[in-house]
């Protein structure tokens, strides 16, 4: 998923549409494109990729429950924030970082492994405050 969605912002017509409307949404729509339709349709493939991994972590986890992803909800706040808002190559980046920091922790000294993450995080933060692969919008 995280090659295709790559592919699909990095070289198809469509992911410059995305990549630009963020950027710069009124340039965007005086080159002809209608960017509120071009917004919809990124919320609808991000709702997909959520209802997908919601679909993957009740696989994982064997019960499906309203408040199933309570239990991962401060990971995922920590992986965002490591790698970078609105980053998807940071993000997956924070992922991997954040799970072999939480499993070698746990392993090790299970008390202390949601504790490492956040000093993980502070780290990082110190280290990079705008996360591991940030952003950079053109001026």
């Not at 209802?51 to 009740?58: E, I, P």
């Not at 980046?93 to 954040?98: C, D, K, R």
Request: aromatic letters at 8%.
């Amino acid at each position: 998923m995280f090659l295709s969605l790559q592919a699909v912002l990095r070289r198809t017509k469509m992911g410059l549409i995305v990549r630009a409307g963020v950027e710069n949404p009124e340039m965007v729509q005086a080159l002809g494109y209608n960017i509120t339709r071009v917004f919809v349709g990124v919320f609808i493939a991000g709702s997909a990729l959520a209802g997908l991994g919601g679909v993957m972590w009740a696989l994982y986890q064997e019960v499906i429950t309203a408040h199933m992803g309570n239990e991962i909800m401060i990971l995922v706040f920590i992986v965002v924030i490591i790698g970078g808002l609105g980053s998807v190559e940071g993000c997956f980046i924070g992922a991997l970082t954040v799970g072999l920091v939480q499993n070698y922790a746990a392993f090790l000294e299970p008390k202390l492994a949601l504790i490492s993450n956040i000093a993980l995080m502070v780290a990082i933060l110190m280290w990079r405050p705008m996360g591991m692969v940030p952003v950079v919008k053109a001026k």
